[in-house]
């Protein structure tokens, strides 16, 4: 009797254990939905930061980076209003919505507005635990005529274009400025590489020879990034995986997909505008702070989205379970891509239809990543028939 009371007790502990660990790994998550990469009129973007960072606050974002071209926004700069900005009322839009705050003065008949710093951003717009302004630059470089364009988040020094003898010279020596800014300053910052297929500026063979690089965008929301690839250049997603497969045969650490929307154009809105909501990232991270947000990242506890959301994303030494918060109406197939020691490629090694499936682990595999699609149609789309995707990041296999 006692015997079986004992036995009783540890099996009831036992499953006590696992009901809380089970629970845990799901009551555990807290996303984080932020964009990585957007242009104001501090580059080439068409509309005050404020007026930017104000539509992602109330589009349910909990983080922005601004991420202007070769700048971080610690000047003082006057912007002068020009044609452009008198068709789109950009100043009025401005005023009507910032009142007082807005400064402007004219100058030889010419109106000039103020672009408030980083530092004056961030003060008005962030709040703790609920919405991040990160700063942050693309880097904007490149070899002969090919773009190498790098984002850096939470950078805390501006980094010059860089010049090199090749494009991958040019990225490896931006990473390196990069790590070295990382180390002096002691912050946590990361450098993703942008739109690879922008101009076909940046190849498969660039990304597999690089070291020390842990991000790049699988999707960018810009028309003219050519994410898709052509009939000479893979897509971003062949891309990634065949990057995966030269990082795990040299001891890389693996590398992470993200996606942004590269937003410029905020006044007019079509497939061939750089707008805002098309790609962002999912981070889960208990606390809202920059610092655990690049950690989380880091860890690639953060899923790339264009529209699918994900209930649930939860690895163990067994298996990979995953549940999309679905829409109405919408009809979901969770795919698990998969390299198996010894493969040639990335393949498809399990399909489920629905909005819940499961992968366990078999012998062979080296990592597994989970790409979820939909048959709901992206609103404002940068292609015909675009369709809500979601990715998660590879995960080794035990
Ligand atoms: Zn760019
Ligand atoms: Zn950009």
């Given at each position: 009797?006692?015997?079986?009371?004992?036995?009783?007790?540890?099996?009831?502990?036992?499953?006590?254990?696992?009901?809380i660990?089970?629970e845990?790994?799901?009551?555990?998550?807290?996303?984080?939905?932020?964009?990585?990469?957007?242009?104001s009129?501090?580059?080439?973007?068409?509309?005050?930061?404020?007026?930017?960072?104000?539509?992602?606050?109330?589009?349910?974002?909990?983080?922005?980076?601004?991420?202007?071209?070769?700048?971080i926004?610690?000047?003082?700069?006057?912007?002068?209003?020009?044609?452009?900005?008198r068709?789109?009322?950009?100043?009025?839009?401005?005023?009507?919505?910032?009142?007082?705050?807005?400064?402007?003065k004219?100058?030889?008949?010419k109106?000039?507005?103020?672009?408030?710093?980083?530092?004056?951003?961030?003060?008005?717009?962030?709040?703790?635990?609920s919405?991040?302004?990160?700063?942050?630059?693309?880097?904007?470089?490149?070899?002969?005529?090919?773009?190498?364009?790098?984002?850096?988040?939470?950078?805390?020094?501006?980094?010059?274009?860089?010049?090199?003898?090749?494009v991958?010279?040019?990225?490896?020596?931006?990473?390196?400025?990069?790590?070295?800014?990382?180390?002096s300053?002691?912050?946590?910052?990361f450098a993703?590489?942008n739109?690879?297929?922008?101009?076909y500026?940046i190849?498969t063979?660039?990304?597999?020879?690089?070291n020390?690089?842990r991000?790049?965008?699988?999707?960018?929301?810009?028309?003219?990034?050519?994410?898709?690839?052509?009939?000479?250049?893979?897509?971003?997603?062949?891309?990634?995986?065949?990057?995966n497969?030269?990082?795990?045969?040299?001891?890389?650490?693996?590398?992470?997909?993200?996606?942004?929307?590269?937003?410029?154009?905020?006044?007019?809105f079509?497939?061939?505008?750089?707008?805002?909501?098309?790609?962002?990232?999912?981070?889960n991270?208990?606390?809202?702070?920059?610092?655990?947000?690049?950690?989380?990242?880091?860890?690639?506890?953060?899923?790339?989205?264009?529209?699918?959301h994900?209930?649930?994303f939860?690895?163990?030494?067994?298996?990979?379970?995953?549940?999309?918060?679905?829409?109405?109406?919408?009809?979901?197939?969770?795919?698990f891509?998969?390299?198996k020691?010894?493969?040639?490629?990335?393949v498809?090694?399990k399909k489920?239809?629905?909005?819940?499936?499961?992968?366990t682990?078999?012998?062979?595999?080296?990592f597994?990543?989970?790409?979820?699609?939909?048959?709901?149609?992206k609103?404002?789309?940068?292609?015909?028939d675009?369709?809500?995707?979601?990715?998660?990041?590879?995960?080794?296999?035990?």
């Amino acid at each position: 009797m006692i015997a079986l009371n004992k036995f009783l007790l540890v099996g009831l502990g036992l499953i006590a254990i696992q009901l809380i660990s089970c629970e845990n790994s799901s009551a555990e998550q807290h996303w984080h939905k932020g964009n990585l990469h957007t242009h104001s009129l501090w580059s080439d973007g068409d509309d005050f930061p404020e007026m930017i960072i104000q539509w992602y606050k109330d589009n349910d974002y909990q983080f922005i980076a601004l991420s202007d071209h070769n700048t971080i926004g610690d000047s003082e700069f006057w912007y002068e209003i020009k044609e452009r900005e008198r068709k789109h009322k950009t100043l009025e839009k401005y005023q009507n919505r910032f009142g007082d705050w807005v400064e402007t003065k004219t100058d030889s008949g010419k109106t000039l507005v103020r672009l408030k710093t980083f530092e004056e951003l961030q003060s008005k717009f962030q709040l703790p635990d609920s919405f991040l302004v990160i700063k942050s630059e693309e880097v904007t470089s490149s070899f002969e005529n090919k773009p190498v364009h790098i984002n850096v988040t939470n950078i805390e020094e501006k980094i010059d274009p860089i010049r090199g003898t090749s494009v991958l010279d040019v990225m490896q020596r931006t990473l390196d400025a990069v790590h070295e800014q990382r180390k002096s300053l002691n912050i946590p910052m990361f450098a993703h590489i942008n739109h690879p297929n922008f101009g076909y500026g940046i190849s498969t063979e660039d990304l597999k020879q690089l070291n020390g690089e842990r991000f790049f965008e699988v999707y960018n929301g810009h028309p003219a990034v050519n994410n898709e690839g052509d009939d000479t250049h893979v897509d971003t997603e062949t891309m990634w995986d065949l990057i995966n497969i030269h990082y795990y045969k040299e001891g890389k650490p693996l590398m992470f997909g993200v996606a942004t929307d590269d937003s410029h154009r905020y006044h007019t809105f079509s497939s061939k505008d750089s707008n805002t909501g098309r790609g962002w990232v999912m981070v889960n991270s208990k606390k809202l702070a920059t610092e655990d947000l690049i950690s989380a990242m880091e860890n690639g506890d953060f899923y790339a989205s264009t529209g699918v959301h994900l209930k649930k994303f939860y690895t163990d030494q067994n298996q990979i379970e995953i549940e999309v918060g679905p829409e109405v109406g919408v009809n979901y197939e969770i795919i698990f891509m998969g390299y198996k020691k010894g493969a040639e490629a990335v393949v498809a090694l399990k399909k489920v239809k629905g909005t819940s499936a499961s992968y366990t682990f078999q012998k062979e595999d080296v990592f597994v990543r989970v790409s979820i699609n939909s048959d709901a149609k992206k609103e404002n789309p940068i292609m015909v028939d675009e369709i809500k995707k979601a990715w998660t990041q590879p995960i080794l296999a035990p």
